[in-house]
């Protein structure tokens, strides 16, 4: 191999590592420029492509897995002796029963607002009398209204011994702390810690939303370009693609333990069904530019000094600067280039 031979080889190399570094890690592996690319023509014809103009599209391919998101722990302020508990993957909404204890049910109110005081009087007002009312009208026990205008009066209390009759509790018409157990939305059973036959203070399971979503790892080089409501697209073990949005993306830990997390909520939640835990992939749009030239990144020539280049069919070099780099795809520019040019490529 004669110098200059060698030197121009090695310049391409170098422009290959630094246009890789530039395009977020896609290797180009670029032709050099040689002095015999015009006389090309008196061995095998090239081969060619065509400068197209549209869209180029990067995403980023993120590790995730199928979830319900982070269990919290449940408490109950019940004394007594727990007799029965609700089983790992059970749905609690409105009116379920949380647990029983010495056989009485302790059933679910939905609110933001904890039951943190006994409702055992008349005229009580306030943040906790409103959720309570504001579940009985859900679950049709007392007229509907605005939650935060009712008192415990008698339409309250009548209220509330309907709904303890239905419960097979005794129909007191006072309600307390310890008689109910108030999630901030209908919820998933996660892990029960808890046996029966355990006393029933304490926190005897936790609890996950309802809805299955994926948590994925987001790679350092892609941290700043994803973010939340990018579409992305999720390939589930069995080969199916549902589609998604990113929730969320927020980075735990620092420094060197430093990572990047996304959530992607899932629309289609039936396409998901049977699905409790599992590896998946999201793709996700990373970076995209509108009505730019491209080609295949085989089409670009290293310049031993400096820059890229597209070779024509008469062999003449076209200068040109590189963009976005996608899917073995990449956006140029330059004096001379247009839509429709015919460019040669590496076979």
């Known amino acids: 191999m004669t110098r200059p031979r060698r030197r121009t080889l090695l310049i391409a ?3 290959c590592l630094a246009l890789a570094a530039s395009a977020g890690g896609a290797l180009l592996l ?3 420029a040689t002095d015999d690319a015009a006389s090309a023509g008196e061995s095998a014809a090239p081969a060619t492509t065509v400068v197209e103009r549209g869209e180029l599209v ?10 319900f998101g982070a269990a919290l722990p449940v408490s109950t302020k019940a004394s007594g ?3 029965w508990l609700p089983g790992a993957g059970e749905h609690l909404d409105r009116g379920s029963v949380a647990l029983r204890v010495d056989e009485r049910a302790v059933p679910v109110l939905i609110g ?3 039951l943190y005081r006994a409702l055992d009087g008349w005229g009580l007002e306030g943040a ?6 504001a579940n009985l009208m859900e679950l049709g026990h007392l007229r509907r209204s605005d939650p935060a205008a009712l008192r415990t009066d008698a339409a309250f209390r009548a209220a509330v011994r309907d709904w303890q009759e239905s419960l097979g509790l005794e129909r007191t018409g006072d309600i307390g702390p310890a008689d109910v157990i108030v999630l901030g939305a209908p919820s998933r059973v996660a892990a029960v810690s808890a046996r029966t036959g355990d006393a029933a203070g304490g926190q005897p399971y936790t609890v996950t939303p309802t809805r299955r979503l994926v948590e994925a790892t987001v790679p350092a080089r892609e941290a700043g370009a994803i973010g939340a409501g990018a579409a992305a697209v999720i390939e589930l073990p069995d080969g199916r693609i549902v589609d998604g949005v990113i929730e969320s993306v927020e980075t735990t830990g620092k420094g060197a333990e430093a990572e990047v997390r996304a959530v992607v909520a899932i629309d289609d939640q039936a396409a998901l069904e049977g699905i409790d835990a599992a590896a998946v992939t999201v793709r996700v749009v990373a970076r995209s530019v509108q009505d730019v030239l491209i080609v295949p990144v085989a089409a670009l020539m290293a310049l031993a000094e400096g820059g890229y280049a597209l070779q024509d069919e008469l062999g003449a070099l076209h200068a040109v600067e590189v963009g976005l780099v996608a899917d073995d795809r ?3 520019s330059g004096n001379g280039v247009d839509a429709g040019m ?5 076979r």
């Open 30 to 32: 670029l032709r050099p």
């Open 342 to 346: 015919t460019v040669v490529t590496a």
């Open 81 to 83: 002796t727990i007799t």
């Open 58 to 67: 990067q995403t980023a391919r993120l590790d995730g897995a199928v979830g």
């Open 330 to 332: 990449v956006e140029v």
């Open 112 to 114: 933001d607002v904890p």
């Open 13 to 15: 190399a170098a422009l």
């Open 128 to 133: 906790d009398v409103s959720m309570v009312a």
